[in-house]
């Protein structure tokens, strides 16, 4: 018996041991421990505007904190999902409620400032909100009560930016915050009132600039996350915690403790963030989270998902404070690479693509407990298409039951704009009550920057924003710089707990404003019922005695019973009935009709109205609605569009198929067959698993990929397969597809191509090739774009019309504005001979010297098309390189530097360029069709910039790399198979 004692008590240690040693493993060690430095007590502002020495805000017109990435560690082709957004659909067939207007607008700045860095709380009695490198403080009917106030004026001497504000509800205290070199700045009042209170300022030094700090709020601390570190963001300091007692009294030994983020992978550029404590209620001490995405088109990453570390500080012993390994989430699959990793993504009516605020988690991730949970909610932009130019925001509300519990997904996702515009930049709140705000910025090519907002009541259908589009301003010019927020933020009225408060950017008037919105989406009547949806009929007309189901909902503040409900039919004698049952307030209520409608008629479109009739109803704008029913079969599955490949240039030997699919049934399917064939192959086959309502149109890739690498033209045709389709005609789609390779073919046999070309140091002879295109870009000449220079071109016929392009972007695409000869006439009305003309080369402004690729193409009897990529009867085409410079002093430390790649095999490369140089250069890869698929900062190493990318999930093709900065670059083309 002792023997048995002793073997459990051993094996009882042992388990133990275990335990500990694996909760060992799960938790790492602080990695920076400071005491902050220059604790200040400021004067309010009252007082500095009583004694004359108030700092107005300085008119900045500059970028502001140049946006920088570290080592970035996209793979180009890699990641899920392939086309659009799996949960894009969910959405945009989702029905909408009307919303709530604004409350308040108002314009908390006008600056020229680039970006302005948009931050803003609200208070009980005071709304204070900042931008690059001001504040000002508002009351809450949109009223200044400062003059737009310098940073300095709380921080002396200090006016950097990134700044942040907060207001700690539970300590009735705002926060203003701003980065300095190495270090954060953070103010605190010193009471409730932010203009005639005083101000504790704190200084914490960190080891290397902290770019983009977001601070949060929690019971134990004031948490911030920093772009900083990238390359080694699992093991330097990246996340820190303030010690928010001492701070919020004025005691200059306030401590920061930094940690690290254990495994975590990154995309260059970092964001993730501490949750903020949100409501009436602060969490325990301890177990502070932190998000970040994952994304699995980075190196590293099998598959989406998010990662949350818990942080557990103890400040009476720092060192005893640890940061655990990551509780991840798998996600449904989202897209959150805009253009391999660039700054520069989102089409505006003019001017360059603005930021799309990639690897973001937007701000602020926002925290609130109720009695039989926690949630919180954030969200952050993806690409709705797979093209990199239409984007929407993937949104999460996540859970947990207890304190201890993990963090669990209670609903996921994808807002798309309405109209078709991008939504991006986003800031959501949850209120007291459980409804969610979610406000974005819109724009396209035919849509300024603008703000708007959308929400989802407590009780609305999961995962959809169910609240129509409102408001908040609207821009009337392009943003004229590629940056843009780089934030935004929402913040919750403590006074109710249910007003939100929104701040955006947006362009009118030639400055960059920000705009506050105010809005609550809780009820303000105390009576008010209206209709949300007719659930069926749906426009299956079948026979006449079709039951007629609505969702009603309760959108006033008191429960309500006996609620009259009617129908009507192509304006006929209305339906009415009641509903007797109680229904609570927020609450949705399907209700199905006693009297069944009669909708028999074949070939006849009916009008169905629905609407209730609560006595005394003070809000009669969502009572009625009004739906078009028609004949529908039951079964109809057709192909919409194709929507890959498309013809062009640079198609290769590794396409995938991709088509629209739209259900014009009445019925839901799902699981059908959907088939292909390609020029006189069998056909290949593909089921579609996802469920399609009706007018529900899906996008679907098929599994195989196909071939389109020869320059030719290629039959597809694809088809849809469901078993019992009622209409076969929009079953098939057929399309010729081209692939040019931006190789032109002409005829050059009779002489209208280019015998000899002359450029610079170029003197080249040559003699028509059958195809008429050759590529000579291993002939460069040294171009000075300061001094005049002239092309000569030698033709062996007359009437020949000669183009050329240089590509100064350096995205493999020759454009309208890269034109530098146009349309030049060699020996007009002349035949057969041999005839040289010199054409003047005009170089617009601005251009960036070093190595470009340059185009030059003739056509005989026309003008030369105006796409660098058509063919022409005759003619000729031939790509050569040159090397920009400037007389005028730019650095010329890389015009002798040789940019190499190297193929090391297993679908690894590396890109060399040997150089002196001392500061970091951009590396960038584009596909034949201009689209970047790599971007990165490269640092040089003992004379070398060295950059190592894996081409294993790319095409097969030819791709132009890029390295070099806005004065200069070198390209190489590199082809892979």
Request: aromatic content about 12%; overall charge negative.
């Amino acid at each position: 018996m002792l023997r048995k004692s002793l073997s459990v008590v051993v094996i009882l240690m042992f388990l133990i041991n275990i335990s500990v040693a694996q909760s060992n493993l799960l938790k790492q060690r602080a990695t920076l421990i400071k005491t902050s430095q220059n604790m200040q007590q400021v004067p309010s502002l009252a007082q500095r505007m009583q004694s004359g020495n108030f700092v107005p805000a300085e008119k900045i017109v500059k970028e502001v904190n140049p946006k920088e990435r570290g080592i970035n560690q996209v793979v180009p082709g890699k990641g899920f999902p392939k086309g659009g957004d799996p949960l894009r659909n969910l959405q945009m067939r989702s029905n909408q409620y009307k919303n709530s207007s604004p409350i308040l607008t108002f314009e908390a700045t006008s600056a020229y400032v680039t970006p302005t860095d948009p931050t803003g709380a609200v208070g009980p009695n005071h709304f204070v909100n900042a931008w690059n490198s001001s504040f000002r403080i508002w009351d809450k009917a949109g009223n200044p009560l400062t003059p737009a106030a310098s940073l300095s004026n709380i921080f002396p001497g200090e006016t950097m930016g990134d700044p942040i504000v907060m207001y700690d509800q539970f300590v009735d205290r705002f926060l203003i915050t701003q980065f300095y070199s190495n270090g954060f700045l953070v103010a605190i009042s010193q009471g409730p009132d932010p203009v005639n209170d005083g101000w504790y300022t704190y200084e914490f030094p960190t080891s290397t600039f902290p770019d983009y700090p977001k601070y949060s709020i929690w019971s134990d601390g004031y948490y911030i996350t920093a772009n900083k570190n990238s390359s080694t963001a699992g093991t330097s300091e990246v996340v820190y915690a303030l010690e928010r007692d001492k701070i919020i009294q004025g005691d200059p030994t306030a401590q920061m403790i930094g940690f690290p983020l254990p495994t975590i992978n990154t995309n260059g550029f970092f964001s993730p963030l501490a949750f903020n404590v949100t409501g009436t209620e602060l969490p325990p001490a301890g177990n502070t989270p932190i998000v970040y995405m994952q994304d699995d088109s980075w190196a590293g990453v099998a598959e989406d998902h998010l990662k949350i570390w818990s942080i557990d500080v103890d400040w009476d012993y720092p060192a005893n404070s640890t940061i655990s390994d990551p509780q991840e989430i798998t996600t449904t699959p989202f897209d959150g690479l805009f253009d391999g990793g660039s700054f520069s993504n989102l089409p505006q009516p003019s001017g360059s693509d603005i930021d799309a605020l990639q690897a973001t988690i937007m701000y602020m991730a926002q925290y609130r407990r109720f009695a039989n949970h926690n949630s919180v909610v954030f969200n952050f932009v993806v690409d709705l298409d797979g093209n990199d130019d239409l984007s929407g925001i993937r949104w999460y509300e996540l859970r947990q039951a207890t304190d201890t519990d993990p963090w669990e997904i209670y609903q996921e996702g994808t807002y798309a704009q309405p109209d078709g515009n991008s939504a991006f930049s986003g800031n959501m709140n949850i209120d007291g009550q459980g409804n969610i705000a979610l406000a974005y910025t819109i724009v396209s090519d035919t849509a300024y920057p603008s703000l708007r907002y959308t929400g989802r009541f407590a009780a609305d259908p999961l995962n959809i924003m169910t609240l129509e589009e409102e408001t908040i301003a609207n821009g009337t010019q392009s943003n004229p710089s590629y940056r843009y927020g780089d934030y935004s933020q929402m913040t919750i009225d403590p006074e109710d707990d249910l007003t939100f408060w929104s701040i955006g950017e947006y362009f009118t008037g030639g400055a960059r404003k920000n705009q506050v919105g105010v809005f609550k989406l809780a009820p303000d009547f105390e009576k008010d019922f209206g209709v949300v949806s007719v659930d069926s009929p749906q426009g299956l007309l079948m026979d006449s005695d079709e039951q007629v189901t609505i969702t009603i909902r309760n959108f006033g503040a008191s429960a309500q019973i006996d609620i009259p409900v009617f129908y009507q039919i192509n304006n006929q004698t209305p339906i009415s009935e009641v509903v007797t049952d109680s229904v609570h307030s927020g609450e949705l209520f399907q209700y199905t009709f006693q009297q069944t409608a009669d909708l028999s008629l074949t070939d006849t479109t009916y009008d169905l109205k629905v609407f209730t009739a609560l006595p005394a109803d003070e809000n009669l704008n969502n009572d009625s609605l009004l739906v078009t029913l028609a004949p529908l079969d039951a079964k109809d599955v057709g192909m919409e569009a194709i929507m890959a490949p498309q013809s062009g240039s640079g198609l290769t030997g590794d396409e995938t198929i991709t088509v629209q699919i739209k259900n014009f049934g009445a019925e839901a399917q799902a699981d059908f067959l959907v088939k292909y064939t390609l020029n006189d192959n069998p056909a290949i086959f593909g089921i579609v698993h996802d469920s399609l309502y009706n007018d529900d149109v899906f996008t679907y890739s098929f599994p195989q990929t196909e071939d389109f690498l020869a320059v030719q033209d290629y039959n597809l045709t694809v088809f849809t397969d469901l078993d019992g389709d009622e209409e076969l005609t929009n079953d098939t789609l057929s399309v010729v597809i081209s692939n040019s390779f931006c190789m032109p073919q002409s005829d050059c046999s009779q002489g209208h191509g280019i015998y000899n070309f002359q450029l610079g140091t170029i003197n080249h002879t040559s003699v028509c090739n059958d195809s008429g295109y050759v590529d000579y870009s291993g002939l460069t000449s040294n171009i000075y774009i300061d001094e005049p220079q002239i092309m000569n071109i030698t033709t062996n016929h007359g009437d020949v019309y000669v183009k050329a392009w240089i590509d100064f972007n350096d995205n493999f695409v020759f454009e309208s504005d890269e034109v530098i000869v146009d349309n030049e006439l060699i020996a007009a009305g002349e035949g057969p001979g041999e005839y040289s003309a010199s054409f003047g080369v005009q170089f617009p402004e601005n251009i960036t010297v070093g190595e470009h690729l340059l185009r030059v193409k003739t056509s005989g009897d026309e003008i030369v098309p105006e796409n660098a990529c058509d063919a022409a009867s005759f003619g000729e085409t031939e790509d050569y390189k040159v090397n920009l410079k400037s007389t005028t002093g730019i650095d010329d430390v890389f015009s002798a530097s040789e940019l190499k790649i190297r193929n090391l095999g297993g679908g690894q490369y590396e890109a060399v360029l040997d150089s002196d140089g001392q500061n970091p250069l951009i590396i960038s890869l584009h596909d034949i069709q201009g689209k970047t698929i790599l971007y990165n900062r490269v640092f040089p190493v003992n004379g070398k910039y060295t950059y190592k990318f894996n081409m294993n999930y790319a095409p097969d093709g030819i791709y132009l790399l890029r390295m070099g900065n806005d004065q200069w670059s070198k390209v190489k083309k590199i082809s892979v198979n």
